[in-house]
């Protein structure tokens, strides 16, 4: 039997989550045994060469780009898995839906202390992803299977929530790994 | 502070003997006099009242015809119900707004007018309706509302916008109101002939127990809905140990679509005077209050003129029907927009000068209601049953009606019929009898109103109007066929999120958590995980609220929900993919490609 | 076995002091009944409702509601925890709450309930309002994207600290804290000293420039829950056996 294929992306989040499932140290030896990466930046692969078992989600979704990625790993995966406070609630980038999105873009690229724009010109390259109006966690964008939080969630966290996956059985965290920072 | 508003809040604290539980009427009449309670007439309330600060902001922010910002003089306020915004609301308000060049909520740089919406104002038999200052302004159309204004800019004076009188008391000169009763039947109970006299002679010739007992012979359970006796409510207050009692009458009907109790108080408030007197007497209250809603401030003057000549009579103050220490007053107490305050502890606090937010219980105010007294809060209509009660003896009120509701029900009836109007019916009616005559033709759904106010489809229509069945306190409002029941049960949440007082979460946060589903699934966005959550909120609402407001004002979504099933099924759907079908990406992207296109927006 | 009156709470006997509410009589008790607005020394105030039980079959919140000798209570049931969930997703989705960002984290009521029922993440939609904050004191922050309308503030500034600094304004989705002076607190009477900020159950009022004084790892709901010891998952999942 192959073994499962697992995906994962960061969408608006810092790569934290990422960092955090490199950290389960040598058990990363053991996954590797139990499972193959897709689409991952862990492993640079850009696109999806075959349907995976389970697709983890890092980030929310803020801008047009992070929804077609996040579809597709809809599309793709058996189950979709958030991780971390960013997917499951938005996180620091929701920080900025209380802040009308104008205001948001002129202070970072125009009216910012340190920002240098003679031009005052906000980057408009078309190539550049849309932002949406507000930063939406990811269940808002398409249905997740399983949300966890943490900021970033232990590698204990998705150690145990991952290998329950892969046993097929629900993930039912223990109230120490239950965290929301 | 200026001399004149310190002046004005000496004199208001003074009029109320500088009594912090009058607050209520000193925030009225400091509004009435400057267009607002400033934060400077707030520090002078607090000076001279006692009260604190934080109380008396409070109090203003509280209550929609209260406000710290200042209002113009002239404040129109353009009735949003469901009924009013089937019949016309958007095209009168837009009038109103075009014509005097402010949006909703604005006021004209001159001062002079201030544009609002409201709640149900209690005229859904006129609707489109308004009120201007107190002046309710009915059956409103655009070119109403640019006549309305131009002729206000003449004289501002909403009173001289009355030309054609309305029928009976409407057109009593302390009233002068172009407001119509539309009575359209009546019964032998509540509007036949009353000998308030003999019935207030009748009960001062019996031991206050011997009233109770009448009473509770006639079954008379309470007309707001919920219909617990009265008989034995007002035992456990008679019961209840306390140097003072107070029977409060509940004036303050704001269920959208109800208006029978300005009609009881327009033809017939010596019936609801008299079996305020009745009740009192029964309870051993010597103090009764008779709690006005706002928008019927209109016929305050008119009811005032009633309990005058009340107390020249002898059937109000001292040894009332010349009997001994029957000692009996009372005092009209103004409201100030709020719907909630129709919750008897919540207008218990309103009385007192304090927010609308209702208590916990127990205590009941039975036990400890207004100032910590026991205290009865009856029904307008309940307290007009007491004195035919005692005028025609408790047998001819059960023997009518229902076995387990005893008397007849006044039913406003709104919406798409032929007769709009005041209906008395008896208890054990069907909803169909109640449509025919009312011409109700092709009724798709009917909202009944009321603490277990629902809404129902034809399925229904053979069901009866009684406690056991459909229990109401008598707004019904009649949608016809090309009406979308969804669309409807959506106005009922926006009126419900915006009515809930905020105390507790399950009510402050589940109506807006329907009232956005609904959207959803009217966008056509919805999924059926929708409509699952909608029952969960739903019951967590009814286990977890404080009072009945949240207790069940998520019931138009959960009968819409049963009577239209199919409706909802035809506009929700599973998303193949597992995207969420609320998720639109281009609308959620329209302000990036304004910017990035340097658009307008 | 004690004489006295007694009622019965999810199956136990335990002991009433007349006058009592239920909560109060569960804490003596040694029952932990979760609750966020209820907080001993302060007056009983019945508006977050976690705290419902059903007495006798009604539904009715454990903190307002009297102990009566013979009642019959359920408080830890499927049932009643649902509705409980789904309240503190409510308080979740009502206001901004940040926990990485905020320094009550580890030490807030909300967020430790979060935990102990379990929440991953809440399945109501987000609503981000708009919010202010007022930071004008020197030394008290009022962040009203945290607050849930407790009132423990409200109660403990005019009982304990016999000040009245706080109250609320508004109704419905709109009722927010408001303080005394009006606008701002720094125009208030508000001292870093009152017991007011210590009844905070969440960040929303917090004393400026401590910051994230504890270590992760040693905050009050860290290891564990808020009430007490956990109930045991129901299926415990065990690394050890999968890997």
Redesign the interface.
């Known amino acids: 039997m192959s073994k499962p294929r697992i995906a994962t992306t960061s969408l608006c989040g810092c790569f934290g989550c990422h960092m955090s499932l490199l950290d389960i140290d040598e058990r990363i030896l053991t996954l590797a045994q139990l499972v193959e990466f897709d689409k991952s930046p862990i492993n640079d692969h850009k696109d999806f060469t075959a349907r995976c078992a389970v697709g983890l989600i890092e980030g929310g979704c803020a801008n047009a780009e992070n929804v077609h990625v996040l579809r597709r790993f809809r599309e793709q995966c058996d189950i979709l898995v958030s991780v971390g406070d960013c997917a499951t609630m938005g996180g620091i980038p929701a920080l900025r839906n209380m802040i009308p999105l104008e205001e948001c873009l002129r202070e970072a690229y125009v009216d910012g202390p340190s920002v240098f724009n003679p031009e005052g010109r906000i980057p408009d390259d078309p190539e550049i992803p849309l932002l949406l109006d507000k930063v939406y966690p990811a269940q808002e964008v398409v249905r997740i299977d399983y949300h966890i939080p943490g900021c970033p969630p232990s590698a204990d966290t998705l150690w145990k929530t991952l290998t329950a996956l892969l046993g097929g059985t629900s993930a039912e965290l223990p109230y120490e790994l239950i965290k929301y920072d | 502070m200026s001399t004149s508003l310190e002046n004005a809040v000496v004199e208001v604290c003074a009029s109320v003997g500088n009594d912090p539980s009058r607050l209520m009427d000193v925030a009225r009449d400091i509004q009435a006099r400057f267009g607002c309670v400033s934060?400077e007439a707030?520090d002078g309330i607090h000076k001279h009242l006692g009260v604190?600060?934080?109380?008396v902001?409070?109090l203003v922010?509280?209550y929609s015809f209260l406000s710290e910002e200042p209002k113009g003089r002239i404040v129109i306020r353009v009735c949003d119900d469901p009924v009013d915004r089937l019949f016309g609301y958007e095209r009168v308000q837009k009038a109103f707004s075009d014509e005097l060049g402010i949006p909703i909520g604005g006021t004209t740089p001159d001062g002079a007018f201030t544009l609002e919406r409201t709640a149900c104002i209690g005229m859904s038999d006129h609707a489109p309706a308004a009120l201007v200052n107190e002046t309710p302004v009915t059956d409103l159309s655009t070119d109403k509302a640019r006549e309305i204004v131009a002729e206000l800019r003449a004289h501002m004076s909403p009173e001289r916008l009355v030309k054609k009188l309305g029928d009976g008391n409407n057109a009593h000169p302390l009233v002068r109101s172009m407001v119509k009763n539309h009575i359209r039947k009546a019964g032998p109970i509540v509007l036949v002939e009353h000998r308030h006299r003999e019935a207030t002679r009748k009960a001062a010739a019996m031991s206050p127990n011997e009233v109770i007992r009448a009473v509770k012979a006639a079954r008379l359970r309470g007309r707001g809905g919920a219909g617990f006796p009265t008989g034995i409510k007002w035992e456990m207050a008679r019961a209840a140990p306390g140097p003072r009692k107070f029977l409060v009458c509940n004036a303050d009907e704001g269920e959208p679509g109800t208006f029978k109790d300005r009609v009881l108080l327009t033809e017939f408030p010596d019936r609801v005077f008299a079996g305020m007197t009745i009740a009192g007497y029964a309870i051993g209250a010597k103090e009764g209050i008779l709690y006005l809603r706002a928008e019927y401030a209109y016929l305050r003057q008119f009811l005032e003129d009633v309990l005058a000549r009340r107390r020249a009579e002898g059937f109000l103050g001292k040894s009332i029907a010349a009997r001994h220490s029957f000692d009996f007053d009372i005092r009209i107490q103004m409201g100030a927009g709020?719907y909630?305050c129709g919750e008897e502890s919540a207008l218990l606090n309103s009385c007192e000068g304090l927010?609308?937010d209702p208590r916990?219980r127990?205590p009941f105010p039975a036990q400890k209601g207004y100032l910590g007294f026991p205290t009865i809060v009856n029904n307008v209509e309940t307290l007009a049953c007491v004195t035919r009660i005692l005028d025609a003896g408790p047998a001819t009120f059960s023997e009518y009606g229902s076995k387990q509701s005893a008397g007849s029900k006044l039913l406003s009836i709104s919406g798409d019929v032929g007769m709009v109007g005041v209906y008395e019916v008896p208890f054990g009616v069907t909803l169909r009898e109640v449509l025919e005559l009312a011409d109700g033709r092709e009724t798709q759904a009917v909202q009944i109103g009321g603490p277990s106010g629902r809404m129902v489809g034809p399925a229904d229509f053979d069901r009866t109007i009684c406690y056991d069945d459909l229990a109401t306190g008598g707004a019904m409002v009649v949608f016809g066929p090309d009406r979308n029941p969804i669309e409807i049960a959506r106005m009922y949440m926006e009126f419900f999120?915006?009515?809930?007082?905020?105390?507790?979460?399950?009510c402050?946060?589940?109506?807006?958590?329907l009232r956005?589903g609904l959207d959803k699934v009217l966008a056509g966005r919805g999924e059926p995980s929708d409509l699952a959550?909608f029952e969960?909120?739903a019951?967590?609402m009814k286990?977890?609220?404080?009072c009945g407001l949240g207790q069940t004002s998520f019931n138009p979504v959960l009968s819409t929900l049963t009577s239209f099933r199919p409706l909802f099924d035809s506009l929700v759907k599973e998303d193949p993919?597992?995207?969420?079908r609320?998720?639109d990406?281009e609308?959620?992207?329209?302000?990036?490609?304004r910017?990035?296109t340097g658009g307008a927006r | 076995m004690s004489e006295g009156p007694r009622f019965t709470l999810d199956g136990r006997e335990i002991p009433l002091v007349p006058g009592q509410t239920v909560i109060e009589a569960a804490d003596a008790a040694g029952i932990y009944i979760p609750r966020l607005c209820h907080k001993p020394g302060l007056e009983p105030f019945g508006s977050c409702r976690v705290c419902t039980v059903k007495a006798n079959g009604r539904s009715v919140a454990a903190c307002t509601y009297p102990a009566s000798p013979g009642m019959i209570v359920e408080s830890d049931t499927e049932e009643v925890n649902a509705h409980r969930k789904l309240l503190l997703e409510m308080l979740f989705v009502e206001g901004n709450h940040f926990c990485m960002s905020c320094e009550k984290s580890g030490n807030c009521e909300l967020q430790a309930l979060g935990y102990r029922f379990a929440i991953s993440a809440p399945q109501l939609e987000f609503q981000f309002p708009v919010r202010d904050v007022d930071a004008s004191h020197p030394d008290i922050l009022i962040d009203h994207n945290r607050c849930i309308l407790c009132a423990r503030c409200v109660r403990a500034s005019r009982d304990l600290d016999k000040k009245e600094v706080f109250g609320f304004v508004g109704r419905g989705p709109h009722k927010r804290i408001a303080v005394s002076s009006g606008t701002r607190l720094r125009d208030t009477d508000a001292d870093v000293t009152d017991q007011a900020i210590d009844a905070c159950p969440v960040g929303a009022l917090l004393r400026k420039r401590v910051g994230f004084a504890v270590p992760v790892g040693r905050r009050l709901y860290d290891k564990v829950p808020i009430g007490g010891v956990p109930p045991a998952p129901e299926v415990p999942v065990s690394e050890e056996k999968r890997a």
Do not use: H, M, Y
């Open positions: 934060a707030i604190s600060r934080p109380t902001r409070s922010s509280f709020a909630v927010r609308g916990n127990p999120e915006d009515e809930s007082c905020g105390f507790c979460t399950p402050r946060v589940g109506n807006g958590l956005r959550q969960e909120v019951r967590t286990a977890t609220s404080r993919k597992k995207f969420r609320s998720f990406l609308a959620s992207t329209q302000e990036a490609a910017i990035r």
